[in-house]
């Protein structure tokens, strides 16, 4: 009773395994018992808004602020009560500063859009089904063998398994990297 009402409110889910694989450059079982697994892709969104979402989103978010709800408040009550001062004087400016707002945070959200399509977008080698694949940073699946060569950006969070330096010694600037787990017997030496 209480997992049937756990899972409805979805803190458990229902076909719940306690065991998870993953098969290493996607070469699946073939014996017909393999059930594909769901994970998350690798695009990275961080934009905020959507054509169609932007406008609700965006006042939503401007009226959390105090003042511009204080000055919601005040143009409407004096929509409903005749006070000396003009409605138009009141009105005008919360649309005025209400339109600049919207117009600045659609600039940095359309920037962060590009940004974030040209990180999608970047070619990386990926090992698939045995052999080397040019591919885009978005399509890099879980199993998958990544190649990163000297200088590159990691194009997703890595487990590193081989370095070509004689010493087996490399070198991460973890400058824009939020996570990565290595895995090497050789040394580490953070920049």
Do not use: C
């Not at 409805?8 to 889910?13: E, I, T, Y």
């Not at 054509?51 to 009550?77: D, M, S």
């Not at 859009?113 to 052999?131: K, L, Q």
């Not at 969070?157 to 895995?183: E, M």
């Amino acid at each position: 009773m209480w997992r049937w009402i756990r899972q409805q409110l979805g803190f458990d889910p229902p076909h719940q395994s306690d065991t998870r694989s993953i098969y290493i450059a996607n070469r699946f079982p073939l014996n017909g018992l393999y059930t594909p697994q769901k994970f998350v892709d690798n695009r990275i969104i961080s934009s905020k808004y959507i054509v169609w979402n932007f406008v609700p989103k965006n006042l939503f978010e401007q009226f959390r602020r105090v003042a511009n709800f204080y000055f919601l408040i005040i143009f409407l009550v004096q929509l409903m009560i005749d006070t000396p001062t003009s409605l138009i004087t009141s009105g005008l400016l919360l649309f005025f500063v209400i339109t600049v707002t919207a117009i600045k945070q659609g600039y940095e959200d359309w920037l962060r859009y590009i940004s974030d399509n040209e990180v999608n977008t970047a070619p990386v080698y990926v090992v698939r089904s045995g052999s080397l694949l040019k591919t885009r940073s978005r399509n890099i699946w879980v199993g998958d063998i990544v190649r990163v060569a000297k200088d590159e950006v990691f194009p997703a969070d890595l487990v590193l398994l081989f370095s070509d330096r004689l010493d087996g010694s490399y070198y991460i600037t973890t400058a824009k990297i939020s996570w990565i787990i290595f895995y090497w017997l050789g040394s580490l030496s953070l920049s």
